[in-house]
């Protein structure tokens, strides 16, 4: 497990990396007010919110340094909905096994596999809202373990309002200071 934790830092580095290289043409993008294709950013981020590393807290701070607090709030809490019901999806019908296998590495799950099972809206909320987990692992595990996809989709959309308004809250603050 210790080569995905080096594998996320190593993200995570090469994102911070790709922002300041790119800087220049991300505060343009940012001031720009064509907000024409909101579908092909939302789409955009629900791709980078799958993608195990990379940070969304940054993605959604520059979505409330682009469209204001409200709207990125919307599209945060849409787009990292949308990627963790997809990971529930794929491993719930597809890689039952695989997922089976990553998540009995995880000793700490199989302590709380009983609460998690009775308790699984308040489980999940209070994993999305306070992130001792990682989300993936939070997505697998559902999947895997077949819990009701009614609770898992309202804890997560609950769960992850509060974060991702904290988030879009700090990229409006950011990018208000320097306009």
Same mark, same amino acid.
């Given at each position: *497990?210790? &080569?995905?934790? @080096? ?14 290289? =790119? /800087?220049?043409?991300?505060?343009? @993008?940012?001031?720009?007010? =064509? ?23 940054? #993605? ?6 682009? !469209?204001? #607090? ?7 809490? +849409?787009?990292?909905?949308?990627? /963790?019901?997809?990971?529930? +999806?794929?491993?719930? !019908? ?7 296998? *990553?998540? =009995?590495? !995880?000793?700490?799950?199989?302590? +709380? ?19 001792? *987990? ?6 697998? !595990? /559902?999947?895997?373990?077949?819990? /009701? &996809? ?10 992850? +309002?509060? #974060? *991702? ?7 409006? =603050? ?6």
């Amino acid at each position: *497990m210790k &080569f995905y934790k @080096w594998i996320a830092i190593l993200i995570n580095i090469a994102v911070f990396i790709l922002l300041f290289l =790119n /800087s220049d043409r991300l505060i343009e @993008w940012i001031k720009e007010t =064509n907000d024409g294709n909101l579908l092909v950013v939302l789409l955009v981020i629900t791709l980078l919110a799958s993608i195990p590393g990379i940070p969304f807290g940054v #993605i959604s701070g520059i979505m409330g340094a682009k !469209y204001g #607090i409200v709207l990125a709030i919307a599209m945060s809490v +849409i787009a990292s909905t949308m990627s /963790s019901v997809l990971i529930y +999806i794929m491993f719930r !019908y597809l890689l039952l096994k695989q997922g089976e296998i *990553m998540l =009995n590495k !995880y000793q700490s799950l199989a302590r +709380i596999d009983r609460s998690i099972k009775k308790h699984t809206f308040g489980t999940i909320f209070i994993a999305r809202i306070v992130p001792i *987990m990682p989300a993936i692992i939070i997505n697998i !595990y /559902s999947g895997v373990f077949g819990l /009701s &996809f009614k609770l898992f989709l309202l804890a997560t959309i609950l769960g992850k +309002i509060p #974060i *991702m308004a904290f988030y879009t809250f700090i990229g409006d =603050n950011i990018i208000s200071r320097f306009s």
